[in-house]
């Protein structure tokens, strides 16, 4: 709805109000526009005047009486223009005081942050967050559960992941060797299965994920360096010792 619109560019009901009629009528004086709105004077004067210096409304003075009429439609393409240009002035000043803010902010200890997902539409958003992360990927499978749980959507992750650039390590348990086909950027190696265990370990950057395969498959994450840096290290390790 227009008034929907135009409430969003900053016009109160009664300037609402007051433009439309304007609009429609082609123009008025005060006291018509009071009637025809059922506003009144006061608050139409009031309208007129916010409208004015918005610049969607104009006015023509006869003998010390005004004639109001509103700018053509096609004005509000400005008024939303000035907006955007507003929003983009905020948003660089508010770049540059964040940056004087952490400047003079104390240095906190590392922080630990986590949350427990539950269901496939909650796993799905986690995998589409390492995506945007841009990080590389440790994975210690428990098996290939990934892959059978999501179907065409695994295939359709790691090609995307594979696009960006970001390249995947996956230790597995040497009982699925013949099972593993490898998309691009994914390098795997295999362990005897008593170094893994039922659930999927992932880390990348300062996150740590664990992530239980049931029917309703549950996940939780961590995140926090010095914990990611530990698991990350013990990947590293069984990683040396894994074969190709």
């Known amino acids: 709805m227009i008034e929907a619109t135009l409430e969003r560019l ?31 004077r006061t608050n139409v004067y009031e309208a007129l005047d916010r409208l004015i210096a918005k610049g969607a409304v104009s006015f023509v003075s006869k ?16 008024l939303v223009e000035e907006k955007e240009a507003d ?10 005081d964040i940056i004087e803010l952490k400047k003079s902010a104390p ?18 958003s986690i995998f589409e967050e390492m995506l945007d992360a841009g990080e590389p990927l440790s994975f210690l499978a428990a098996n290939l559960q990934f892959r059978y749980f999501f179907g065409a959507y695994f295939w359709q992750w790691h ?7 970001i390249i995947q ?8 060797r013949k099972d ?3 998309p691009e950027l994914w390098e795997r190696k295999f362990v005897g299965n008593g170094y893994t265990s039922p659930t999927t370990t992932i880390v990348y950057g300062d996150n740590c994920l664990f992530i239980q395969w049931t029917k309703e498959p549950l996940a939780i994450k961590i995140e926090n360096a010095g914990i990611a840096r530990s698991h990350q290290n013990y990947f590293n390790a069984l990683w040396k010792m894994a074969k190709e």
Do not use: D
């Not at 609402?16 to 018509?32: E, P, Q």
């Not at 003998?63 to 400005?78: D, M, R, T, W």
């Not at 929003?87 to 540059?96: F, G, I, M, S, Y």
């Open 10 to 40: 900053g016009f109160s009901p009664s300037e609402t109000k007051v433009y439309l009629h304007l609009l429609r009528s082609g123009s008025g004086y005060a006291n018509s526009i009071s009637a025809a709105t059922h506003i009144n």
């Open 63 to 78: 003998n010390k009486v005004k004639s109001f009429q509103a700018k053509p439609p096609e004005h509000l393409k400005v």
């Open 87 to 96: 929003v983009e002035r905020t948003r660089r000043a508010l770049l540059k």
């Open 107 to 124: 240095k906190v200890k590392e922080s630990l942050e986590a949350g427990i997902f539950v269901g496939r539409k909650a796993l799905k």
């Open 159 to 165: 090609k995307k992941r594979a696009s960006l650039g």
């Open 169 to 176: 390590r996956t230790i597995f348990p040497e009982s699925v």
């Open 180 to 182: 593993v086909k490898p």
